[in-house]
Each structure stands twice: as C-alpha cells, then as structure tokens.
C-alpha cells in the first residue's frame, strides 16, 4: 500500500512544507519534501524519530536541491577566491567549503547554490 500525501504532510507537520512529491514502487514508497524555509536545515535534529502507520522511517535532510559541486580545487583555495570565480557566471544564492571531520582541513571541494 502506497503513502499518501497526507500522511507526509502530517508526518512532517512541525516544519512548513511547501510541497510534496511521492513516489510508489512495489511495498514501498519515497516521498519528498520542499520545505518553504530550507535554511531551518541547519538547525535539523537528526536524532528525531519519525512514525508512520507505526513504523519508524527515516527522515534525512539534504539540501543539495540545485547545487553544483566544484571539485579538484588547490588546498589553499579560499572562500573568497572560489565566490570570485564563480561571481564571473553569476550571483551565488549559498556556498561553502568541505572541510574533514577528522583532520579539519579543506577537502580540495566546494559546493554552492546559484539564484
């Protein structure tokens, strides 16, 4: 049996859902949730437990939504220089350096959301 898109609507009822896209296949189903204010992701608990028809399901937050990824660039590259390389190609919405977990240092990648 498929979910429907109420069931999301009022899975996710504490956050402001813009829309909602859902998928069925054979026993299961995805759906997908555009919230209206995507920067409240940052403060995302991603501990919280969801329930539906009483099973925990998961519920993963990835604004990666039009983001381009840059790769390969020099260890010494900063904010700075990537936004100024990419202000050639237009305005940037959001960017940011991936930086190691572990080691704390620039992963040579930056991704960026353009307006």
């Known amino acids: ?8 609507r009022e899975l996710l009822s504490d956050f402001p859902v813009q829309s909602v896209q859902l ?19 940052e403060d995302w608990d991603r501990d919280r437990a ?11 937050p990835t604004p990666t939504e039009m983001m381009l ?7 010494t590259y900063t904010e700075t220089e990537f936004t100024a390389l990419v202000k050639t190609y237009g ?14 240092n620039f992963m040579h990648r930056v991704f960026c959301v353009p307006i």
């Open 91 to 104: 305005d940037i919405y959001r960017s940011f350096l991936m930086i190691s977990e572990k080691t704390g």
């Open 23 to 41: 998928q069925c296949g054979t026993g299961s189903g995805i759906a997908r949730a555009i919230l209206e204010d995507p920067e409240m992701l």
């Open 1 to 8: 049996m498929c979910i429907l898109l109420q069931e999301i």
């Open 50 to 60: 969801f329930h539906l028809r009483g099973q925990r399901v998961p519920v993963s």
């Open 69 to 75: 990824c840059v790769a390969r660039l020099p260890l």
